[in-house]
């Protein structure tokens, strides 16, 4: 660190009409990355004058990626540590992925609907190598999916089937003579399209989707 303030000092000091680049004498000075890597961006296209510490480009290494996930704070709280995650949506196959860290601090966005969120960022480490994930660069958009949860051998229902009875759920079933039974049930974890059936269901069990009003205790169905 002192080095780095000994040389930004001496930087200052340096008259640009002494120093020479390319040994053709006169209007440059050079600066020198601090690591390897690639430019990503660059912020001032044309010569200008700058003031000290403005940044000039932003350099990186793509062959080492990590992906920032924004998830709502709800949801990041059932996050463990080290979770198994699948990162999706970005052109190519699957990729295999893990949580490193859940950031302390999160922050509030605004929703495409207009709805103020509470939002929390984790970052997670990409396990495939980079010949795996040809042209996948800085910026990128992807689909994270993390595993907050795994159970073997669950029995599953739709979320389509569930509805609310009171303070508990509950599923239509297709009973004897073709009639509908109303069924309570406990479920567990859910996803995007299925919720783990606690008690309840037994495996085999024919359940109505979507139910409407007119699906009532005892009314007959038909299958189809």
């Not at 969120?117 to 190598?129: F, G, N, S």
């Not at 509908?180 to 359940?207: K, M, P, Y």
Request: proline share 6%; net charge negative.
């Amino acid at each position: 660190m002192r080095r780095r303030e000994r040389e930004s000092a001496q930087a200052r000091l340096d008259d640009p009409e002494s120093v020479t680049s390319n040994g053709n004498g006169g209007c440059c000075i050079t600066v020198e990355s601090p690591v390897n890597g690639e430019i990503l961006t660059i912020h001032h296209e044309s010569e200008a004058v700058v003031a000290a510490g403005t940044p000039l480009v932003e350099i990186g290494d793509p062959t080492e990626l990590e992906v920032v996930a924004e998830l709502l704070s709800a949801d990041a709280v059932r996050v463990p540590s080290d979770a198994d995650a699948r990162i999706e949506g970005w052109g190519g196959p699957p990729l295999e992925a893990r949580v490193r860290r859940i950031e302390p601090t999160g922050f509030t966005k605004v929703s495409a609907l207009g709805i103020e969120e509470q939002r929390v960022r984790t970052i997670l480490d990409l396990l495939a190598p980079p010949e795996d994930r040809p042209g996948l660069g800085h910026g990128y958009r992807v689909t994270a999916r993390i595993t907050i949860e795994r159970h073997e051998d669950a029995l599953l229902v739709p979320l389509g089937a569930l509805f609310r009875q009171g303070a508990d759920w509950a599923v239509f079933v297709a009973g004897a003579e073709n009639k509908a039974a109303l069924r309570t049930v406990e479920v567990g974890a859910r996803d995007a399209r299925n919720a783990v059936v606690l008690s309840g269901l037994s495996e085999g069990e024919q359940v109505i989707m979507h139910p409407s009003d007119r699906i009532t205790e005892g009314v007959e169905i038909t299958l189809r």
